[in-house]
């Protein structure tokens, strides 16, 4: 099987090929999903992460694509994430996703890496595959998602002491310190057994990581619940990896410990589905992930009207 790598951008015709597989793809193994977006597939392939140095592959003429973050920052370069690794549902079985896994392999220890990660759903083919190559599941987690109703007001729950704000874009530069600080206590969420490190929240690095996912053609909104001395004590983030789509991905959602058992979690949550929906109407559906073990934001999620979608995992494989 023929594996070429892909030069950084790739062409329209590379983007469009590599979409193709995904699409097929995702048709076959989640055909209760939306279909992949142009947009936010030629934003992920064109546009450079911040986090490391991305590398690109494809096998034959659109039988498979790979591709690999080698992590650049500070206290991660000896770790990777494969971020995919699909294979058309006509060419499975016939050696593509060894093949492509070997070159993934080569390149890992050409640069001296000694682990890689992958997010995985579980029970499907991507599970039976990570699994025959030597992968673990180090971190179990799932998908959660809610349905975005066409009409009606969101009920936000009141936050006394506390006001609720909404940023589009990036966070305002006055907040973005807060914001950052607020961040760090996402350190005591579950991460299991992975090796790649949590990094130190600045403002410069809360802004790198927003600004690239406007760059990528993506719409961010984040909801924060601050206190009068100008702390932020909760938030939550959603990005609409195509603002023209009808999915959005909530990421983090954080409450700082000395806030912790006023319910803004919930608020938080809640004021991002009321803010979302008025920005954006077409929007129908909100899904995130959640560890498993990660009991406090799963009972949140579940009083919000989240539903588990189906299984997840971080799988690893030490080299």
Same mark, same amino acid.
């Given at each position: 099987?023929?594996?070429?790598?892909?030069?950084?951008?790739?062409?329209?015709?590379?983007?469009?090929?590599?979409?193709?597989?995904?699409?097929?793809?995702?048709?076959?193994?989640?055909?209760?999903?939306?279909?992949?977006?142009?947009?936010?597939?030629?934003?992920?392939?064109?546009?450079?992460?911040?986090?490391?140095?991305?590398?690109?592959? &494809? !096998?034959?003429?659109?039988?498979?694509? $790979?591709?690999?973050?080698?992590?650049? *920052?500070?206290?991660? =370069?000896? %770790? /990777?994430?494969?971020?995919?690794?699909?294979?058309?549902?006509?060419?499975?079985?016939?050696?593509?996703?060894?093949?492509?896994?070997?070159?993934?392999?080569?390149?890992?220890?050409?640069?001296?890496?000694?682990?890689?990660?992958?997010?995985?759903?579980?029970?499907?083919?991507?599970?039976?595959?990570?699994?025959?190559?030597?992968?673990?599941?180090?971190?179990?987690?799932?998908?959660?998602?809610?349905?975005?109703?066409?009409?009606?007001?969101?009920?936000?729950?009141?936050?006394?002491?506390?006001?609720?704000?909404?940023?589009?874009?990036?966070?305002?530069?006055?907040?973005?310190?807060?914001?950052? &600080? !607020?961040?760090?206590?996402?350190?005591? $969420?579950?991460?299991?057994?992975?090796? *790649?490190?949590?990094? =130190?929240? %600045? /403002?410069?690095?809360?802004?790198?990581?927003?600004?690239?996912?406007?760059?990528?053609?993506?719409?961010?909104?984040?909801?924060?619940?601050?206190?009068?001395?100008?702390?932020?004590?909760?938030?939550?983030?959603?990005?609409?990896?195509?603002?023209?789509?009808?999915?959005?991905?909530?990421?983090?959602?954080?409450?700082?410990?000395?806030?912790?058992?006023?319910?803004?979690?919930?608020?938080?949550?809640?004021?991002?589905?009321?803010?979302?929906?008025?920005?954006?109407?077409?929007?129908?559906?909100?899904?995130?992930?959640?560890?498993?073990?990660?009991?406090?934001?799963?009972?949140?999620?579940?009083?919000?009207?989240?539903?588990?979608?189906?299984?997840?995992?971080?799988?690893?494989?030490?080299?």
């Amino acid at each position: 099987m023929m594996i070429h790598s892909l030069a950084l951008p790739p062409s329209d015709a590379e983007v469009d090929a590599w979409l193709a597989v995904l699409t097929a793809a995702a048709a076959a193994d989640l055909p209760q999903l939306p279909p992949p977006s142009r947009v936010e597939v030629a934003g992920r392939l064109c546009v450079t992460p911040a986090r490391g140095r991305p590398v690109l592959w &494809a !096998a034959g003429e659109g039988a498979g694509v $790979a591709a690999l973050l080698l992590f650049t *920052e500070e206290g991660n =370069t000896h %770790t /990777a994430f494969l971020d995919v690794l699909t294979v058309r549902p006509e060419e499975r079985r016939r050696g593509v996703g060894t093949a492509l896994w070997e070159r993934v392999r080569e390149e890992l220890l050409a640069q001296g890496r000694t682990s890689v990660a992958a997010m995985v759903d579980l029970g499907g083919p991507g599970q039976a595959f990570a699994e025959a190559m030597g992968f673990e599941n180090v971190l179990p987690m799932a998908w959660y998602a809610q349905e975005i109703p066409a009409a009606g007001p969101v009920r936000v729950p009141e936050t006394p002491g506390y006001e609720l704000l909404t940023w589009h874009g990036l966070v305002p530069d006055a907040w973005a310190p807060a914001a950052a &600080a !607020a961040h760090a206590a996402m350190e005591d $969420a579950p991460t299991g057994d992975m090796d *790649e490190r949590i990094q =130190t929240w %600045t /403002a410069q690095r809360l802004h790198t990581l927003q600004q690239l996912i406007l760059d990528r053609g993506g719409d961010l909104s984040t909801v924060a619940a601050v206190t009068p001395d100008g702390e932020v004590a909760a938030y939550t983030k959603i990005v609409l990896p195509d603002p023209a789509g009808t999915s959005a991905v909530q990421y983090d959602t954080v409450v700082v410990p000395g806030h912790r058992g006023h319910g803004l979690g919930r608020a938080v949550k809640r004021h991002m589905v009321a803010q979302a929906a008025a920005r954006h109407p077409r929007l129908r559906r909100i899904a995130t992930t959640v560890a498993d073990e990660n009991g406090p934001m799963r009972a949140v999620n579940e009083a919000l009207g989240y539903r588990r979608e189906r299984g997840l995992g971080i799988f690893q494989i030490k080299l």
